[in-house]
């Protein structure tokens, strides 16, 4: 039963591994005198190599509107005024402004005022981009063509964070934003998508003036539910004119009331108290 | 006044000491980012021959932000003690560096009330790592509650227990490995995810009863904003250590919602608990380099000093604990490995320099330039230059907050490398509890005295 001398055969039975059912916490990891099994440290080092590469890995962007136009979205390309990896990390402003270029081409391709802008950004993940927009998308459009709202392209920006969705807006004439972005990884979250709703964009808004649906991955709020909330808020937004802190999602209420509480409770990501722009989420993984 | 240095053929004019302590600064994105930093590596150089030029009572003189403009500037010079500063006033920072390294343990203590931060920040900045190490072994603080933490030859730990959605089993199941690993002399303290009063009193009934079953010299806290915490002892609950974060200056405290005057209520509120047994520090703070530019709270000041700044706000109210979260606030303001590692031995010697019993919370981000290894490379500085305590957090994952930090395997390390003691009436209840030996090395059988006491 002792954790010390060996962790690997102590079998069900041992009253740590029901302790360790309790929490996704890394607890009865056993012991190699003061350090970890080389078990954990392996492990710990490839679940870090994977938040690493989700935070270096370059957007592919052609790729991700190809996937989205196959879906029969317009799409545009943007970049932010960060031009490498290296610059988005240390400079947070220029993840929040467009690049010139791309600025007078989004002016350019601007048509009629339009209700609602997407914009896709890898954010502090393109992993999360790669594999959670399409999906998204997919489970969204239903919604989106049964409401009738006018839509721009989808603007899919690289090295953006969250704001860059105001500049974006603005110029398109949109009167609501959403930014779907890849989140600041976690060590067992490594593909977490951020979704940013924000009414009347333009450069300037701050965060308590957005709406968020965060964690949107297959082990976290899955992409069905959360373009259903989506579509919600997109809603209460335009029909309401605001966002944030004056919007809450009560978007479960509508789904408890059609019998699905379990599916919530179930995929509802934990409020973070540090909700914000790049900020991270609580991670629903599995004990891994 | 502006200042200026000639390195030969070449000038470099300083606007004024905020420009010379930012131009000064080791290198880091934070203060690149505020536009701060020096623009060459020589400008950078030139700058610290210039700051160990400058005499400590010109500092004095010359507040990094005006006394009328902001209430922590206020609160360094009311509370600044003459006759502590009487034996550095006539020494120059470049003076006072070499003053440090000499100094004895004694001497170090009876200077403390006098040391503004904008005094430490500034000698901290003509220091090599060796010195800030050097000289913070030398300054030990000793804080009580329930228990003795900061004698010469220990290291504590903060059993760090946190849940995504603060679930109470698997709050408890955290906490019973970790103490099982020695964990939780500091305090055992829960970030929850829920900021409710609700959620806060179920946390700290936990705590108490926890501590109480197994009679546990030590100490809980659940870090939620003060106004909760000050709402949770209104009503009656039990709440030993009142926790904030804090920073250096009166805007950057506004943006956390904190005032001078709430924090002062919160520590009167807390004293009047009695809840200590040995001792009655009562406060628990948490600080970082980076939160008043973040909250576009700096006053073009760099964030190493302001950071400083900070450790006076805690040494007003005669803090427990108080640790830097030194690489969780990200890249922009701590680039890589190499900064986060200068930032923590900078924090650490500021704190003791100023009397403030320091530990740090030794952290990394996933889109830092950081990994385990920068984080053993500083846990060993750390280790060398006296820490108060360390953050025990279950494998170094904190599965709500997203980031890594120590490991309970982590601080058996530092005391196996280290010979680290914990602090004496904790160790003496591991080994009655038959969890260590009387020399404080973990026995075999995995905690499971623990378990036997929770089905008791």
């Given at each position: 039963?002792?954790?010390?001398?060996?962790?690997?055969?102590?079998?069900?039975?041992?009253?740590?591994?029901?302790?360790?059912?309790?929490?996704?916490?890394?607890?009865?990891?056993?012991?190699?005198?003061?350090?970890?099994?080389?078990?954990?440290?392996?492990?710990?080092?490839?679940?870090?190599?994977?938040?690493?590469?989700?935070?270096?890995?370059?957007?592919?962007?052609?790729?991700?509107?190809?996937?989205?136009?196959?879906?029969?979205?317009?799409?545009?390309?943007?970049?932010?005024?960060?031009?490498?990896?290296?610059?988005?990390?240390?400079?947070?402003?220029?993840?929040?402004?467009?690049?010139?270029?791309?600025?007078?081409?989004?002016?350019?391709?601007?048509?009629?005022?339009?209700?609602?802008?997407l914009v896709v950004a890898d954010g502090l993940s393109a992993r999360a981009v790669h594999e959670g927009a399409v999906p998204l998308l997919r489970a969204l459009k239903p919604a989106l063509a049964g409401s009738g709202w006018h839509l721009a392209p989808v603007v899919v920006a690289t090295q953006g964070r969250v704001a860059l969705g105001d500049a974006v807006g603005a110029l398109l004439k949109a009167r609501a934003v959403a930014v779907l972005i890849g989140e600041r990884p976690g060590l067992s979250s490594p593909d977490s998508l951020g979704i940013y709703l924000t009414f009347d964009p333009r450069p300037g808004r701050t965060d308590a003036e957005r709406n968020c649906l965060s964690n949107v991955r297959a082990a976290g709020l899955k992409p069905e539910l959360a373009a259903f909330k989506l579509h919600w808020l997109i809603d209460q937004a335009l029909t309401r004119r605001l966002t944030g802190v004056g919007l809450k999602d009560e978007s479960d209420r509508l789904l408890a009331g059609a019998g699905a509480t379990s599916l919530i409770e179930g995929l509802h990501p934990t409020p973070s108290p540090s909700a914000g722009e790049g900020t991270p989420l609580p991670d629903e993984a599995e004990p891994s | 006044m502006s200042y200026r240095h000639v390195v030969g053929p070449r000038t470099f004019v300083f606007a004024d000491l905020a420009d010379l302590m930012a131009k000064a600064s080791p290198p880091r994105s934070g203060d690149r980012l505020a536009g701060l930093a020096a623009e060459s590596a020589e400008e950078c150089v030139a700058a610290r021959w210039c700051l160990a030029e400058v005499p400590l009572p010109e500092i004095l003189a010359r507040p990094l932000i005006p006394y009328e403009a902001d209430d922590v500037t206020r609160l360094i010079l009311d509370l600044h003690d003459d006759a502590a500063f009487r034996p550095i006033a006539h020494l120059t920072v470049g003076d006072f560096r070499e003053f440090l390294l000499a100094a004895s343990s004694e001497t170090l203590a009876r200077i403390a009330p006098g040391v503004t931060p904008e005094i430490a920040a500034a000698?901290?900045?003509?220091?090599?790592?060796?010195?800030?190490?050097?000289?913070?072994?030398?300054?030990?603080?000793?804080?009580?509650?329930?228990?003795?933490?900061?004698?010469?030859?220990?290291?504590?730990?903060?059993?760090?227990?946190?849940?995504?959605?603060?679930?109470?089993?698997?709050?408890?199941?955290?906490?019973?490995?970790?103490?099982?690993?020695?964990?939780?002399?500091?305090?055992?303290?829960?970030?929850?995810?829920?900021?409710?009063?609700?959620?806060?009193?179920?946390?700290?009934?936990?705590?108490?009863?926890?501590?109480?079953?197994?009679?546990?010299?030590?100490?809980?806290?659940?870090?939620?904003?003060?106004?909760?915490?000050?709402?949770?002892?209104?009503?009656?609950?039990?709440?030993?250590?009142?926790?904030?974060?804090?920073?250096?200056?009166?805007?950057?405290?506004?943006?956390?919602?904190?005032?001078?005057?709430?924090?002062?209520?919160?520590?009167?509120?807390?004293?009047?608990?009695?809840?200590?047994?040995?001792?009655?520090?009562?406060?628990?703070?948490?600080?970082?380099?980076?939160?008043?530019?973040?909250?576009?709270?700096?006053?073009?000041?760099?964030?190493?000093?302001?950071?400083?700044?900070?450790?006076?706000?805690?040494?007003?109210?005669?803090?427990?604990?108080?640790?830097?979260?030194?690489?969780?606030?990200?890249?922009?303001?701590?680039?890589?490995?190499?900064?986060?590692?200068?930032?923590?031995?900078?924090?650490?010697?500021?704190?003791?320099?100023?009397?403030?019993?320091?530990?740090?919370?030794?952290?990394?981000?996933?889109?830092?330039?950081?990994?385990?290894?920068?984080?053993?490379?500083?846990?060993?500085?750390?280790?060398?230059?006296?820490?108060?305590?360390?953050?025990?957090?279950?494998?170094?994952?904190?599965?709500?907050?997203?980031?890594?930090?120590?490991?309970?395997?982590?601080?058996?390390?530092?005391?196996?490398?280290?010979?680290?003691?914990?602090?004496?009436?904790?160790?003496?209840?591991?080994?009655?509890?038959?969890?260590?030996?009387?020399?404080?090395?973990?026995?075999?059988?995995?905690?499971?005295p623990l378990l036997a006491g929770l089905a008791a």
């Amino acid at each position: 039963m002792s954790r010390d001398e060996d962790p690997a055969a102590a079998g069900a039975a041992d009253p740590w591994r029901r302790l360790a059912a309790l929490t996704p916490a890394r607890i009865a990891l056993g012991r190699a005198g003061s350090g970890l099994p080389t078990r954990e440290v392996l492990r710990f080092g490839l679940a870090h190599a994977q938040a690493r590469d989700a935070v270096h890995a370059p957007l592919d962007a052609d790729d991700v509107r190809a996937g989205i136009a196959a879906l029969g979205f317009e799409t545009l390309a943007a970049a932010s005024a960060a031009p490498d990896r290296a610059t988005y990390l240390r400079r947070p402003d220029l993840g929040r402004r467009l690049d010139a270029a791309c600025a007078a081409a989004l002016a350019a391709a601007a048509r009629d005022p339009v209700d609602l802008a997407l914009v896709v950004a890898d954010g502090l993940s393109a992993r999360a981009v790669h594999e959670g927009a399409v999906p998204l998308l997919r489970a969204l459009k239903p919604a989106l063509a049964g409401s009738g709202w006018h839509l721009a392209p989808v603007v899919v920006a690289t090295q953006g964070r969250v704001a860059l969705g105001d500049a974006v807006g603005a110029l398109l004439k949109a009167r609501a934003v959403a930014v779907l972005i890849g989140e600041r990884p976690g060590l067992s979250s490594p593909d977490s998508l951020g979704i940013y709703l924000t009414f009347d964009p333009r450069p300037g808004r701050t965060d308590a003036e957005r709406n968020c649906l965060s964690n949107v991955r297959a082990a976290g709020l899955k992409p069905e539910l959360a373009a259903f909330k989506l579509h919600w808020l997109i809603d209460q937004a335009l029909t309401r004119r605001l966002t944030g802190v004056g919007l809450k999602d009560e978007s479960d209420r509508l789904l408890a009331g059609a019998g699905a509480t379990s599916l919530i409770e179930g995929l509802h990501p934990t409020p973070s108290p540090s909700a914000g722009e790049g900020t991270p989420l609580p991670d629903e993984a599995e004990p891994s | 006044m502006s200042y200026r240095h000639v390195v030969g053929p070449r000038t470099f004019v300083f606007a004024d000491l905020a420009d010379l302590m930012a131009k000064a600064s080791p290198p880091r994105s934070g203060d690149r980012l505020a536009g701060l930093a020096a623009e060459s590596a020589e400008e950078c150089v030139a700058a610290r021959w210039c700051l160990a030029e400058v005499p400590l009572p010109e500092i004095l003189a010359r507040p990094l932000i005006p006394y009328e403009a902001d209430d922590v500037t206020r609160l360094i010079l009311d509370l600044h003690d003459d006759a502590a500063f009487r034996p550095i006033a006539h020494l120059t920072v470049g003076d006072f560096r070499e003053f440090l390294l000499a100094a004895s343990s004694e001497t170090l203590a009876r200077i403390a009330p006098g040391v503004t931060p904008e005094i430490a920040a500034a000698v901290s900045k003509i220091m090599r790592n060796q010195d800030l190490i050097l000289v913070a072994r030398k300054a030990r603080v000793v804080t009580r509650l329930r228990n003795t933490i900061g004698l010469p030859g220990t290291l504590a730990v903060r059993l760090q227990p946190n849940h995504p959605s603060d679930d109470p089993a698997g709050i408890t199941a955290s906490i019973l490995d970790g103490l099982s690993y020695g964990c939780g002399d500091a305090c055992i303290g829960i970030n929850p995810a829920s900021d409710s009063v609700q959620g806060l009193t179920g946390l700290l009934h936990l705590l108490a009863e926890l501590i109480d079953r197994f009679a546990i010299p030590t100490q809980g806290c659940v870090l939620t904003h003060v106004t909760t915490t000050l709402e949770a002892m209104n009503r009656g609950v039990p709440v030993d250590l009142v926790f904030q974060s804090i920073a250096g200056t009166q805007a950057a405290n506004a943006s956390f919602g904190v005032t001078l005057p709430l924090l002062k209520e919160a520590h009167e509120a807390a004293l009047a608990l009695k809840r200590g047994t040995v001792g009655d520090n009562v406060m628990y703070f948490e600080t970082g380099q980076g939160s008043a530019l973040s909250a576009d709270a700096h006053h073009g000041i760099d964030q190493q000093t302001l950071e400083a700044r900070a450790y006076a706000v805690a040494r007003a109210f005669r803090p427990l604990l108080v640790n830097t979260v030194v690489g969780f606030i990200g890249p922009e303001y701590l680039y890589d490995g190499k900064e986060i590692i200068r930032a923590g031995l900078e924090d650490h010697f500021c704190g003791k320099l100023m009397g403030v019993p320091l530990g740090v919370d030794v952290c990394y981000t996933n889109h830092a330039e950081a990994d385990q290894d920068d984080m053993d490379t500083l846990l060993t500085l750390l280790g060398a230059a006296g820490v108060t305590y360390v953050m025990g957090v279950p494998g170094a994952d904190d599965v709500m907050l997203n980031y890594q930090s120590t490991s309970f395997h982590d601080q058996l390390y530092l005391r196996e490398v280290m010979g680290l003691r914990r602090a004496p009436e904790f160790s003496d209840w591991l080994a009655r509890m038959g969890l260590t030996d009387a020399a404080g090395a973990l026995l075999p059988g995995g905690g499971a005295p623990l378990l036997a006491g929770l089905a008791a």
